[in-house]
């Protein structure tokens, strides 16, 4: 009784130490290899040749996702060539968009974490894109934006929004997965 004991408490001991090794050890693989920006880029139909190696991305859920990706297109001419592909990438619009509107879609499309994206409070994008991923989920308490981004109507269960400023490069992508 005592050798068949130790043996089932050595193969757990084992168990845990090989487990705890092997999270160690891929604990960061799924983001190492991962460049958020080219993700964000590719889902907008844009060239991911300008997608800089540094971006600021937060995710959260599970069945029901939310993440958002935040980074500079750094050169002027990537700014401009970027910008340029906008106007012939579908879903893309060229309209002024305010950081007050911005903030407003956030309040109201992405409930408390609008409250984490820093934004000059002087900021016009130049260029905004919607793709409705997952149809509204209830009509009776829809989210619609409002001021310049009104032409959206009601807001999908998933979709993918972002927002470009030529002037400082900026990009915001955001994947709300439902």
């Not at 130490?17 to 604990?27: D, K, P, S, W």
């Not at 002027?76 to 060229?94: P, Y």
């Amino acid at each position: 009784m005592t050798k068949k004991f130790f043996l089932v408490l050595m193969f757990i001991v084992l168990a845990g130490v090989v487990g705890y090794t092997g999270g160690l050890l891929t604990a960061d693989i799924s983001h190492e290899f991962s460049n958020h920006a080219e993700i964000a880029l590719r889902k907008t139909g844009l060239n991911v040749q300008y997608a800089p190696e540094y971006s600021l991305y937060g995710f959260t859920g599970f069945r029901d996702s939310f993440s958002q990706t935040k980074f500079a297109i750094e050169y002027d001419h990537e700014k401009q060539q970027i910008f340029s592909d906008m106007k012939l990438a579908n879903n893309w619009h060229i309209s002024p968009v305010s950081a007050e509107d911005f903030l407003a879609f956030q309040e109201a499309c992405a409930w408390t974490y609008s409250s984490v994206l820093d934004l000059p409070a002087n900021i016009i994008f130049d260029a905004w894109y919607y793709l409705e991923t997952c149809a509204p989920a209830a009509p009776s308490s829809p989210a619609v934006p409002s001021g310049a981004l009104s032409a959206i109507g009601q807001i999908g269960h998933g979709f993918e929004f972002a927002v470009y400023d030529l002037e400082t490069g900026l990009f915001i992508f955001i994947d709300q997965h439902g």
